[in-house]
T-cell receptor
Framework: GAVVSQHPSWVICKSGTSVKIECRSL??????MFWYRQFPKQSLMLMAT?????????EQGVEKDKFLINHASLTLSTLTVTSAHPEDSSFYIC????????????FGSGTRLTVV | AQKVTQAQTEISVVEKEDVTLDCVYE???????LFWYKQPPSGELVFLIR??????QNEISGRYSWNFQKSTSSFNFTITASQVVDSAVYFC??????????FGKGTLLTVNP
């Protein structure tokens, strides 16, 4: 149980275009999902917290207008990288929690974004 | 402040050696949760263990064991008789009171045959 599906697993896009990444909880309802960014050989940095039915809360330094997050249902959160540039190339990973995370967090398999 | 320190950036061992990955944390919360995750080259994060602040019992799961010591704010992870498949980046993480996870910088473990 507690499976989180993330798509696509990798994407290459042209500079200036937008890319949408989906994160779905398959067998549980996730009122809260988290989006992380990971640069090569670095740790996971929390970008934003996605709450179903309300606006996402962003960590300091994360551009809200560039990284649009929508959590329209209890099983789906999306991250849209708008007007992508090469510096946005990174590994993006989502996670969902149940019961406030005390039972753990389930992570998606990640999306490797390359902007050319 | 919430902080997780994994002082070992990289560790290299030979197969069948035991290896311990260190994790030291800082928190002002009286109730908190600690986690270890494994990230193989494919990138996905694999959950290994969760420990709450009220449970200081050490845990063993097969070749894996964890030593939680509140007195030293440490939550160390030992792999016994390491195998090549154990090669990965290992992250220690602390759940904050606002449900967010703070990750350490990770330790890259390489197990050589």
């Amino acid at each position: 149980g507690a499976v989180v599906s993330q798509h696509p697993s990798w994407v290459i896009c042209k500079s200036g275009t937008s890319v949408k990444i989906e994160c779905r909880s398959l067998d549980f309802q996730a009122t809260t999902m988290f989006w992380y960014r990971q640069f090569p050989k670095q740790s996971l940095m929390l970008m934003a917290t996605s709450n179903e039915g309300s606006k996402a809360t962003y960590e300091q330094g994360v551009e809200k207008d560039k990284f649009l997050i929508n959590h329209a249902s209890l099983t789906l959160s999306t991250l849209t990288v708008t007007s992508a540039h090469p510096e946005d190339s990174s590994f993006y990973i989502c996670s969902a929690e149940r019961e406030g995370g005390i039972y753990g967090y389930t992570f998606g398999s990640g999306t490797r974004l390359t902007v050319v | 402040a919430q902080k997780v320190t994994q002082a070992q950036t990289e560790i290299s061992v030979v197969e069948k050696e035991d290896v311990t990955l260190d994790c030291v944390y800082e928190t002002r919360d009286t109730t908190y949760y600690l986690f270890w995750y494994k990230q193989p080259p494919s990138g996905e994060l694999v959950f290994l263990i969760r420990r709450n602040s009220f449970d200081e019992q050490n845990e063993i799961s097969g070749r894996y064991s964890w030593n939680f010591q509140k007195s030293t704010s440490s939550f160390n992870f030992t792999i016994t008789a390491s195998q090549v498949v154990d090669s990965a980046v290992y992250f220690c993480a602390l759940r904050r009171s606002n449900y967010k996870l703070t990750f350490g910088k990770g330790t890259l473990l390489t197990v050589n045959p």
